[in-house]
T-cell receptor, first 112, second 113 residues
Framework: GENVEQHPSTLSVQEGDSAVIKCTYS??????FPWYKQELGKRPQLIID?????GEKKDQRIAVTLNKTAKHFSLHITETQPEDSAVYFC???????????FGAGTRLTVKP | DAGVTQSPTHLIKTRGQQVTLRCSPI?????VSWYQQVLGQGPQFIFQ???????GRGNFPDRFSARQFPNYSSELNVNALLLGDSALYLC????????????FGSGTRLTVV
């Protein structure tokens, strides 16, 4: 089955700096890669997703890149703000199979 | 339009008991998935239901079962509860079976004592 590894487990940045979180996956059949933000005690919320037919997707300060050959994808947050502080999870899901596998999460802290 | 709703929000059960958790998907969404999130970890896939049929199952024991109703709501049942079943149980819905995005509910926090 799919195995998703996520790094780093914790990340601390200064407000205004950029943050990058990286994930690797094992199943070449995976074709859907979402990123979720989870604040303490809250539900995971989708912040951006990418499908395997696209190499990069951007939404304001957030971007995701995908390298299918290397089986890795990354989340980029620019101009970080204190409200970006949360746990971020990457996930991978193969086509025709809703067994979406999550990474272990990255706790991002943005210091004002 | 309401999002994914789950009930109850919190639950305390004793070892060996049985529990039923409920989920109502976003209106129009036919796919419901269940996840277990242990504190400090990512969600782990339990089940996926689409059109009232089980379409996927994660690596969980037979004590875990689920079903989906004609209105696409779903129930997750866990029998013979163990202390290790204590977790946040999340339900996610999507419009069609094979494609996201998946929207999560706020979850049911289950504590087994």
């Amino acid at each position: 089955g799919e195995n998703v590894e996520q790094h780093p487990s914790t990340l601390s940045v200064q407000e205004g700096d950029s943050a990058v979180i990286k994930c690797t996956y094992s199943d070449s059949a995976s074709n859907y890669f979402p990123w979720y933000k989870q604040e303490l005690g809250k539900r995971p919320q989708l912040i951006i997703d990418i499908r395997s037919n696209v190499g990069e997707k951007k939404d304001q300060r957030i971007a995701v890149t995908l390298n299918k050959t290397a089986k890795h994808f990354s989340l980029h947050i620019t101009e970080t703000q204190p409200e970006d502080s949360a746990v971020y999870f990457c996930a991978a899901s193969p086509y025709n199979n809703n067994d979406m596998r999550f990474g272990a999460g990255t706790r991002l802290t943005v210091k004002p | 339009d309401a999002g994914v709703t789950q009930s109850p929000t919190h639950l305390i059960k004793t070892r060996g008991q049985q529990v039923t958790l409920r989920c109502s998907p976003i209106s129009g969404h036919k796919s419901v998935s269940w996840y277990q999130q242990v504190l400090g970890q990512g969600p782990q896939f339990i089940f996926q239901y689409y059109e009232k049929e089980e379409r996927g199952r994660g690596n969980f024991p037979d004590r875990f079962s689920a079903r989906q109703f004609p209105n696409y709501s779903s129930e997750l049942n866990v029998n013979a509860l163990l202390l290790g079943d204590s977790a946040l149980y999340l339900c996610a819905s999507s419009l069609i079976r094979d494609r996201g995005p998946y929207t999560f509910g706020s979850g049911t926090r289950l504590t087994v004592v």
